[in-house]
């Protein structure tokens, strides 16, 4: 889901470099900063795209970054483009799943992996995180589930702390198949639950009920071989704020290890977005009750002692890493299969073939189907480490300017006086922190700094 994200997001936000007038780049004045800091959420993740090389030369440059020994943390991503229905909300739906497809879809993915298997990126350095992502994994029969598996801790160098994520969602996820996870490797689950609130499930088009989510999630956690955490969503049609609370105050109540808590996103055009302009559901939460719902389930979290992983990730207990996710905001390598997968090699960022018949027949033929493949900015390191900064809630900006060797702090200087004035920042001891406010914002606020902090230094060095 999340590498699709990165391309469709892309399309959200275009920045526009006002000159070198950093008012551009500030936060509203004289409104509470929680929820009116800013006028929309421009992106989910921050970064800037590189830059996207021609068609001809995907080949040859793979082929050189591929024969280099990997370097650094790594993760390996595996997606599975199918669902069993498409979730009303959702923008990252493919394609509907078919019993046949399993089979097919698993030795096509074994082969695109055999494709890379002995070349010196691949078989460099330990892999730290596996991620299963779609689409729906847990979609594919228990067998082809195990031996995709098999298949990623024969093929790679897994560290022996490898997080091994398959994500996956309630409906249709059986004993059989949690085995097939086990056997094959897996430690940690993440669960789509979205929410447990059965009525509001179901106007989303998620099939299973209350009890079902938490029949499943009881016989994850009864199993005690692998983290179990869970995705939340706030900002649904008819989601109270007390609905909201109970979803927080049930994932406290069960015990599993973790939640992701994420504000809905509405794709224009979508199925949730037509369904509320036929006026078939009430609207979604806007900006302001959303910045209220998410300020109010990070007080519940507090209070209970979870620990902060990320702005949006919560460990409940000590067993929960969030490895992945926090690789994927950095400069990690990521080792990307399957249709529609997005990955980056010695700073490149490439793209798997996302049309599900032309990397069929692509792997058939033996060629890995690269669809995209940019090269990195010269700051690319910088903008990665920037991201990664905001999404944890603070940047050592003091490191940044020796690391980089480049005068960070001072550059950015307007937009930290601005934003500390709007309560969304502090600045200590050369550290820039988010304040509750900021957290909220983090995404505008790193996407901000990093195109403010793009046009100086590219304008300073040209
Ligand atoms: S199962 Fe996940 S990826 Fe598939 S439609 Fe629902 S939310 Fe989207």
Redesign the pocket.
Known sequence: ?SELAQKLLQNLYSPTFAGEDPRAFFAREDVDPLTHAFEKKMVIHAGVGGQVLAKEVYGPVMDELLSQPRQGPSAVYIHVPF?E???LY?G??SRPFRQTDSQIFTDALLREIELWRDRPAVGSGPIHAVYLG???PTALAAKDIQRLLKAIHAGFPLANDCEVTVEG?IHNFGPEKLDACLEGGANRFSI?VQTFQTELRRSMNRLSDQQTVLDTLFRLKRCDRAVVVIDLIYGFPRQSMDLWIKDIELFLSLEIDGADLYQLNVFKKGPLDQAVADGKLPPTADLPRQALMFAEAVGCLEKSRCRRLSMSHWGRSTRERNIYNHMMKGAASCLAFGPGAGGSLGGHAYFVENDYIRWLETVKKGEKPVSMLAAPHRFHRLYKALAAGFDLGGVDLARLDNEFNQPITAMAEPLLRQWHRCRLIDVRDGWLELTLAGQFWHANLAQLMIDYLHFNLERKID
């Open positions: 889901m669902c229905s498409h979730c959702c990252f739906y779609g689409g729906t969602r789509g």
